[in-house]
Nanobody, 121 residues
Framework: QVRLVESGGGLVPSGGSLRLSCAAS????????MEWYRQAPGKQRELVVE???????NYANPVKGRFTISRDNAKNTVYLQMNSLKPEDTGVYYC???????????????WGQGTQVTVSS
């Protein structure tokens, strides 16, 4: 029905940048909410940033000023630009979405499969 696919992860040195993408495919009418989470080894998954349909954003304190979320509605894709990366940003990054999939307002909630980000010191 709806699928979220992340891409763009990789290995970068400290201070480097990456841009992650989360593409929603399938029966997508609109995206109400998209969130990026990350999970470091041995730690709980934590919210990085959220973006509402109306454009409201909420960034976690550790990433404020370094990460930027944006979207391309025509492509049903949300991006996470990550600058000034630090080793503590290492983890698997997941997108989580609330997607409207039909004209009756039917809503799908789900996660992508994750993409690995590794920042070397």
């Amino acid at each position: 029905q709806v699928r979220l696919v992340e891409s763009g992860g990789g290995l970068v040195p400290s201070g480097g940048s990456l841009r992650l993408s989360c593409a929603a495919s399938g029966s997508v009418v609109s995206i109400n909410l998209m969130e990026w989470y990350r999970q470091a080894p041995g730690k709980q998954r934590e919210l990085v940033v959220e973006l509402t349909r109306g454009g409201f954003t909420n960034y976690a304190n550790p990433v404020k000023g370094r990460f930027t979320i944006s979207r391309d509605n025509a492509k049903n894709t949300v991006y996470l630009q990550m600058n000034s990366l630090k080793p503590e940003d290492t983890g698997v990054y997941y997108c989580k979405g609330e997607v409207v999939y039909d004209e009756h307002g039917g809503t799908w909630h789900g996660w992508g499969q994750g993409t690995q980000v590794t920042v070397s010191s």
